[in-house]
């Protein structure tokens, strides 16, 4: 007669942590805006890096918001060349494996395909947004809004395709050369994750894609790029 077995302890916990990595890697590749109240609750803050990130609930959803925010000194066009520079993605957005600029519809406007890693036997996420660059006449404040694209060309069986997906980068010029950056997002990943191990873990994507994007923002071939759509704040 066959027993009914049950997972160890020791099976338990590896799962979680196989869950664990995959809900990082979903995040990582998802940038959501959010409609909601002001009501942010702070998650963590990184004092070495200057990063704080906050999570809010949202109307409808069962899956947290989160709103990151960091500092850097130089120019408001550092951060959009780096947005903009494709290839660069994989070296600073958390786990992408790559990114394809697919057309570049105008100096402000172009679409993007990309591949984000997940652990096995998750099969790897890929995604085509269009960005658009817009500044305010008044702040200087620039912002880089994201929006999924359906109608591209269609997924295929090797990706599971991320369809529902907006979201925005805010650069706003302060004192003393400094630039306060906000990455604010909001996401179902989808893909069998269940919501509440998404809430848990969505703290780590946006904390270490600011960390790199903060590195490298800082390179000459950033803070030395020139958009002729974007006023300086000096």
């Known amino acids: 007669m066959a027993f009914l077995c049950l997972p160890t302890v020791r099976v ?3 799962l979680i942590k196989f869950l664990q990595r995959s809900v990082l890697v979903v995040l990582s590749a998802l940038s959501f805006s959010v409609f909601a ?3 942010w609750d702070e998650a963590t803050y990184d004092k070495e890096d200057d990063i704080r990130v906050y999570t ?4 409808g959803s069962d899956t947290l918001a989160f709103k990151a925010v960091t500092h850097v000194t130089g120019s ?3 951060g959009v060349a780096l947005l903009q520079d ?3 993605t994989k070296d600073w957005v958390f786990n992408c494996k790559i990114m394809e600029e697919i057309e570049l519809i105008s100096a402000t406007q172009g679409t993007y395909y990309m591949i984000t890693n997940m652990p096995w036997p998750v099969k790897d996420r890929d995604s085509i947004t269009e960005t658009k660059v817009s500044q305010n006449p008044d702040s200087l404040a620039v912002r880089v809004d994201m929006n999924a694209r359906n109608d591209v060309f269609p997924s295929n069986d090797d990706f599971i395709r991320i369809r529902e997906m907006s979201g925005y980068w805010l650069f706003t010029p302060k004192e003393g050369n400094q630039i306060e950056v906000i990455y604010e997002a909001h996401a179902d990943p989808g893909g069998g994750l269940p919501s509440w191990l998404v809430n848990s873990f969505l703290v ?3 904390l270490n894609t600011l960390r790199g994007f903060r590195k490298l923002v ?3 071939v950033y803070q030395k790029a020139e958009r002729t ?3 300086e704040a000096n």
Do not use: K, M
């Open 12 to 14: 338990v916990v590896s």
């Open 37 to 39: 109240a002001d009501n």
């Open 56 to 59: 809010r609930h949202v109307e």
């Open 76 to 78: 408001l066009t550092a």
């Open 86 to 88: 494709a290839p660069r």
């Open 204 to 206: 780590d994507a946006p």
């Open 218 to 220: 800082t390179e000459d």
């Open 229 to 231: 759509f974007i006023r």
